[in-house]
């Protein structure tokens, strides 16, 4: 008996210990994610000639502080809230757009067992292997052709790009909701639009909300496609605007680049921090498999 309590002692002591090096391990991968946004804020604090190869990593102290001078510079010479604006109507619309007809296809593609379906859902599915270099020409010219080369219409390329995934989470959920609850709102006279919307939609919402924060990290942070798409002499989103702090002979204003780095940065961590308990709970939803 002393023996066994003994060998249960050893065992506990040595599970606190991989419990405490895993929790150091997982701590540290934490800094180095971190400490890049982190480089990031001091220097946007910095002075202009302040900013080096040899005082990147130096906290903003003494002269070198300038407070809020880069923001304001980077907000108001640059034109960054006219960007901000391009960027914020892309983003909410594509996201709106992709997560209203994918959640539709995949219901479609769930409930409706024909040929028509399972190839949708595989074109879905093979279109998230496609790179986008194979397509980019051509895409440049359909959209200059379809007039889809403005901030407003843009959404509906986004959401030829973001359906693969989209349907993807969305069909691996659906096939573990019972039809039985469809087939109750049926009886009590909904149609099929009411079934979606008051039935199938809030059941969605978990696999909902973390595709959402995938496609908005996307579409926010991208830069290639509104630069193919996009008339630059019009409308220049957050990634194009920043560029354009790059002067002549190779000369980089980095004190205001790293101000609207980080006021582009704030919103996504923002919106990460506030739905990041699903992400988890729909990424592992739409895994099911039915």
Do not use: D, H
């Given at each position: 008996m002393a023996k066994k309590v003994y060998h249960d002692g050893a065992v506990s002591g040595a599970k606190r210990i991989v419990d405490a090096a895993l929790i150091l391990l997982l701590?540290?991968?934490?800094?180095?994610?971190?400490?890049?946004?982190?480089?990031?804020?001091?220097?946007?604090?910095?002075?202009?000639?302040a900013i080096s190869t040899t005082t990147v990593f130096e906290l903003p102290l003494g002269e070198?502080?300038?407070g809020l001078s880069n923001y304001i510079y980077g907000v108001t010479q640059m034109n960054f809230l006219s960007s901000f604006s391009y960027s914020l109507i892309i983003t909410v619309t594509s996201v709106l757009l992709i997560i209203l007809c994918c959640s539709m296809c995949a219901w479609y593609i769930?409930?409706?067992?024909?040929?028509?379906?399972?190839l949708m859902y595989l074109l879905c599915a093979f279109s998230m292997v496609v790179p986008f270099q194979m397509v980019m020409f051509t895409l440049s010219k359909t959209a200059d052709t379809l007039q889809l080369n403005t901030p407003f219409n843009i959404c509906i390329i986004y959401l030829g790009f973001g359906a693969g995934l989209a349907v993807f989470m969305f069909t691996?959920?659906?096939?573990?909701?019972?039809?039985?609850?469809?087939?109750?709102?049926m009886i009590d006279g909904c149609n099929p639009l009411q079934i979606f919307f008051k039935v199938v939609f809030p059941i969605l919402k978990p696999t909902a909300i973390s595709t959402a924060i995938l496609e908005t990290m996307w579409v926010w942070n991208d830069y290639l496609l509104p630069t193919l798409v996009l008339d630059i002499k019009k409308y220049r989103t957050i990634p194009m605007a920043?560029?354009?702090?790059?002067?002549?002979?190779?000369?980089v204003q980095m004190g205001p680049m790293m101000a609207c780095i980080m006021i582009t940065v704030i919103p996504i961590i923002i919106m990460y921090l506030a739905c990041q308990k699903y992400i988890i709970e729909g990424v592992v939803a739409g895994a099911v498999k039915g």
């Open positions: 701590v540290a991968l934490c800094l180095v994610w971190v400490y890049p946004v982190f480089l990031i804020l001091i220097n946007s604090l910095k002075l202009e000639t070198k502080f300038v769930t409930r409706v067992n024909t040929l028509a379906s399972k691996g959920f659906m096939k573990s909701v019972p039809l039985a609850i469809e087939e109750a709102a920043i560029q354009y702090f790059r002067g002549s002979y190779g000369s």
